[in-house]
């Protein structure tokens, strides 16, 4: 009779684990089908560029690594797409929200070479940094550190770039400091006549689920809508970091980048530039399953996401991640279906 109890008990744990597996599926089943059909809106042929698109580009451009000969080759490249903007990676800043001048030898050569070979393409200095609380990194909510990189975003200006890209991360959902320091440094891009992007996390998929991340594993990934709303507000551009998303294969992330999109556009005044990133780099971990989330799945979503929210908005475009990563195929998948 004992052992009758103990089996019944093990059968009842089991069962209830199954339950629980069960009802923990379900939304799971269910987002995965309403993201399959997210990825299953028609293509329309006016879903293209409007040559406003661009192109991270890494460090070696602006400390001394690249040459005459590969500016030539990356004109080559840009020749007959859409980018119009180029966001070199001119930093990282340190903490304090100082930029050290050693890390940008060939700044001035890499704008002018651009300026005078490559007509019409604009240079952003791309600056960041990691952020607290979650590292010990800069602090936006010390005033004394926003004057500090309202300072060097003159200090990069000065080289002539044409505006300044920020990649704060993470920037919390909510975060008054990344606003005041957003209102700070456009008060100086504005009067200097230059750009103002940043680049910007996914939005909620669930409505409040930046929260739920911050709460359980202290990370925040997801910027809820109005605050999306709220910093698009105060630059030029915004691009949205739209891949490491963990979807498994490429139709869920495709339906992804679509419900994004869509999201986005609601979101972004029509006088800002939304841009949706493209994943042109290979990883393969929980996050970020490289085979899933490619270029042409992501402009296949971009495309769907566009047509069936906005499709005669001007004010859009994709940007590549990032141009040392990004291979032949690559090239030829955002030529081929977006440009």
Wanted: hydrophobic share 40%.
């Amino acid at each position: 009779m004992g052992w009758w109890r103990r089996k019944g008990r093990h059968r009842r744990i089991a069962l209830g684990l199954l339950v629980i597996a069960c009802l923990a599926l379900t939304p799971v089943a269910t987002a995965a089908i309403y993201l399959r059909l997210e990825d299953s809106g028609t293509l329309r042929d006016d879903a293209r560029t409007r040559g406003r698109d661009a192109l991270w580009l890494g460090h070696a451009w602006v400390d001394g690594r690249k040459s005459d000969t590969d500016i030539a080759e990356l004109g080559i490249r840009l020749a007959g797409t859409g980018i119009k903007d180029l966001y070199v990676h001119t930093g990282p800043l340190d903490n304090d929200g100082t930029l050290r001048a050693e890390l940008y030898p060939r700044a001035r050569w890499f704008i002018d070479a651009v300026h005078r070979t490559l007509p019409g393409i604009r240079v952003q200095a791309w600056l960041g940094d990691l952020l607290t609380p979650e590292f010990d990194g800069l602090n936006t909510g010390d005033p004394g550190t926003r004057d500090r990189v309202v300072m060097t975003s003159s200090q990069v200006l000065d080289l002539g770039f044409d505006g300044i890209h920020f990649d704060f991360e993470p920037v919390r959902s909510g975060s008054s400091g990344y606003i005041a320091l957003l209102e700070q440094v456009r008060a100086v891009t504005s009067a200097r006549h230059s750009l103002l992007s940043v680049s910007a996390p996914v939005i909620d998929p669930l409505p409040g689920l930046h929260s739920v991340g911050v709460a359980l594993f202290d990370h925040g990934k997801w910027w809820s809508q109005d605050y999306f709303a709220q910093v698009a507000r105060r630059v030029d551009q915004i691009a949205v970091m739209s891949y490491d998303t963990a979807m498994p294969t490429r139709s869920l992330y495709g339906g992804y980048v679509a419900q994004q999109t869509t999201l986005a556009l609601q979101a972004t005044p029509a006088t800002v530039d939304l841009l949706m990133g493209l994943p042109a780099f290979r990883t393969d971990d929980l996050g970020h399953h490289a085979a899933a989330e490619t270029v042409a799945a992501g402009i296949r979503g971009v495309r769907v996401g566009l047509a069936r929210t906005d499709r005669g908005r001007r004010s859009f475009g994709v940007a590549l991640y990032v141009d040392f990563a990004a291979t032949e195929q690559d090239w030829a998948d955002y030529r081929r279906g977006w440009s």
